[in-house]
RNA sequence: GCCGCUGUAGCUCAACGGUAGAGCAACGCAUUCGUAAUGCGUAGGUUGGAGGUUCGAUUCCUCUCAGCGGCUCCA
């Protein structure tokens, strides 16, 4: 840099002449001095760089602020840094494995002496907060392969020898150091240390090395952090509503459902209400099927072990099923529905006039779950799948996939979820011909681009018969969850021997799709209960009135106004109890009943009834003609309650 | 399955080596009330289960079951 000048090009701002070696902090401040955003890193012809970067060449730079989304992820990454380097300080001897940053946060895993609990993330938090203080500046530094192998292995940090090692291609590393701590990355990271201020570690979990079940288990510390302290607060609140909505909490509160110790874990006992919620979304779902074109059928919970070898779950599904004997003859209770819809199929000779043909179940299935993933609704041992299998010829199969496309978006509309779609190719163990597999994919991949749908690729992620169409959705707080899947099997048809007699008279080979819209009912429920956060649309609403008579003048009343709901087909409950109407009111708003019928001496004597509704509150009297025709169209257009609606007048 | 935490009345929680308590719910009585909690009273528990330490265990230890936060896996 013999006084040798470059032109550096600020990004949207002026340019100028600098020494070459400038580093992107002074070309910042010199360009743009009154940048109020004060930039924490930069980008260098587009890539992220640290603001000690010294350019060597014309260029062009922008500087990133800490609370862009760029930034707070930088932010979050020094945010582990600093986390870990507090973890070495308080227990001597911990060896760091990786910490990147994540959707809205950040973690790292460490490999402690002993574990660590709730109680040391208050200490953890604490020594941060210190190190902050003590204003640190992050130094990136770089060293050949070599020799940063021999500075981990020194510091004893055999996970990042490891990584290391697996560098292999690259001559040089990168190295973060702030005061003793030294860790291994590619940057780039904050100045210095004060820079971070709102930060909150969340929990402490166990996690896999390289998350692979066979390798040794590490402490992993999940935290956050935020360029603004409203931002973090805001998160934390999300946090808490997002408890709030929790269907299990909101499963019990609205008696839906309970898992009982004794039955055992993962399976579903549904109460009253729940079971109601479960035949409405059930009693939806036969009549959109049979819109469609889809035939019911019912296969037996448990079939014949000789069923599950040709199907190939014997071999390819064992460890998820149970098994039981009659008679010396061993059978497996069902984790799919497919072997029997396959045997339906089979029953007699079709034509492929006949094509498409469209079985569908309302199937209970059993899974083994590990005890450890069992959640709620969302991860149960017995559930039912709304589950269909629809046999076609091969030039049939991308029409029918839209057909299916197009169901699930018909039905997500109806709740109110956006979705994305995700193919996911062959995994490992897996059965049928590559040549199958691809021609699979491909018919997967064709009908999506043929009806220009977007999707993202999820390599090995497929079941084990075919690959598969991901729908994830996306609830009211942005959460998202998989539920409808479509998948293209050759191979269960090849197995089960199934065919039709074409044009030409000779027998061929259908094509097979698996499909579920909802996925399984209880996972579908836990969704909607989250979704709605217990405030169902009336269409749904296992109570949708409840009538409150003010005293007991009115019982009489109130019970022939019931009468009358119950015979326009609305569910309706009577609250006759003697308790004061706002004590009643305060119960109903609790169990999110739609509408209230309140029923005084006023109402009475002019055969008309009051109205509140659980969102919009006193909705004044009126008739009661009126109300019933309201309310049973509200139900028949099944509105999702979230649009104001004008009620009556 | 793995790591950590938790398990007390129907629900939400307290007591934490000295033999279990509150609110809500339930039940009874009184109250007959106008849009989110009327008052009084009654009943309710082998402290998840099994074993151990101890004069004594809800409390400490071991095992086991289940739940929670994650990991792996998944509809």
């Known amino acids: 840099m013999a006084g040798e000048k470059i032109k550096i090009q600020l990004a949207k701002g002026p340019a100028g002449e600098f020494d070459t070696g400038t580093d992107i902090a002074t070309v910042l401040k010199t360009l743009a001095p009154d ?160 820079l971070l201020r709102h ?11 390289r998350g692979d079940e066979k390798k040794p288990m590490l402490q992993r510390i999940y935290g956050t952090a935020f360029a603004r302290k409203e931002d973090l607060k805001k998160y934390l609140h999300m946090l808490e509503e997002a408890k709030k909505r929790d269907h299990r909490k909101l499963g019990r509160q609205l008696e839906l459902f309970e898992i009982n110790d004794t039955a055992g874990g993962g399976l579903i006992l549904y109460h009253p209400k729940g079971a109601l919620l479960r035949w409405i979304l059930e009693d939806f779902e036969k009549q959109e099927h049979l819109r469609r074109g889809y035939q019911p059928v019912i296969g037996p919970q448990i079939l014949k072990s000789d069923t599950w070898r040709i199907s190939g779950h014997y071999d390819y599904y064992k460890e998820n099923m149970y098994f039981t004997e009659i008679e010396g003859k061993e059978y497996g209770i ?17 034509s492929y006039r006949d094509l498409p043909i469209r079985f569908f179940e309302l199937g209970t299935v059993h899974r083994h779950e590990k005890t450890g993933v069992l959640h709620g609704l969302l991860r149960v041992r ?106 293209c099997d050759f191979t269960l048809p090849e197995r089960f021997q199934l065919t039709y007699v074409g044009s030409d008279g000779s027998e061929h080979r259908p094509v097979m799709l698996h499909r579920v819209i909802f996925g399984s009912l209880e996972r579908f429920m836990a969704v909607l209960i989250e979704h709605y956060a217990g405030k169902f649309p009336l269409w749904l609403a296992p109570t949708q009135v409840v009538i409150i008579n003010i005293t007991d003048r009115q019982l009489a009343y109130a019970g022939k106004l019931k009468e009358r709901f119950d015979a326009a087909g609305i569910r309706t409950e009577l609250d006759g109890r003697q308790e004061k109407m706002g004590y009643k009111i305060r119960e109903a708003q609790m169990k999110k ?50 649009e104001t609606d004008e009620i009556g007048t």
């Open 334 to 350: 069902k984790p799919m529905n497919c072997p029997a819809h396959m045997m339906i199929y089979q029953s007699k000779t079709r």
């Open 199 to 209: 930060f909150k570690l969340l929990s402490v979990a166990g996690a896999y090395w």
């Open 382 to 487: 017995g559930f039912t799948q709304d589950d269909a299998h629809i046999f076609c010829l091969p030039e049939q199969l991308t029409d029918e996939i839209i057909g299916v496309i197009d169901f699930i978006k018909d039905v997500m509309n109806v709740f109110g979820f956006e979705y994305t779609l995700e193919i996911s190719t062959r995994p490992e163990k897996s059965i049928g011909s590559d040549e199958d597999w691809e021609r699979a994919t491909k018919a997967l991949q064709d009908a999506l681009l043929r009806h220009d749908l977007s999707y993202e690729i999820n390599e090995g992620d497929g079941a084990f018969y075919g690959p598969k169409i991901d729908v994830k959705i996306r609830d009211a707080i942005g959460r998202s969850w998989q539920c409808a899947t479509i998948q």
């Open 35 to 194: 940048d109020r955003n004060r930039p924490v890193c930069a980008k260098w012809n587009g890539k992220s760089v640290d603001l000690s970067f010294s350019i060597t060449q014309p260029a062009e730079v922008e500087g990133i602020p800490l609370d862009s989304p760029e930034g707070e992820d930088i932010l979050r990454h020094t945010a582990a840094h600093i986390m870990a380097q507090a973890v070495k300080e308080l227990f001597p001897g911990t060896q760091v494995a990786i910490g990147p940053t994540i959707e809205n946060g950040f973690y790292y895993d460490f490999d402690t002496e002993r574990p660590l609990t709730p109680e040391d993330l208050d200490k953890i938090t604490q020594r941060i907060k210190e190190i902050i203080k003590r204003d640190l500046p992050v130094v990136r530094s770089e060293m050949p392969r070599e020799e940063a192998l021999a500075l981990f292995a020194g510091r004893q940090e055999n996970y990042k020898v490891e990584l290391i090692n697996d560098l292999a291609d690259e001559a040089t590393v990168s190295l973060y150091t702030q005061g003793d701590y030294v860790d291994l990355c590619r940057g780039p990271h904050l100045p210095k240390t004060s």
């Open 593 to 642: 009943i739609p509408y209230m019928v309140i029923v005084g001496d006023r109402e009475m004597e002019s055969s008309r009834i009051s109205l509140r509704s659980r969102d919009r509150g006193d909705l004044g009297t009126r008739e009661v003609e009126e109300t019933l025709q309201m309310i049973r169209t509200e139900i028949d257009e099944r509105r999702d309650g979230t």
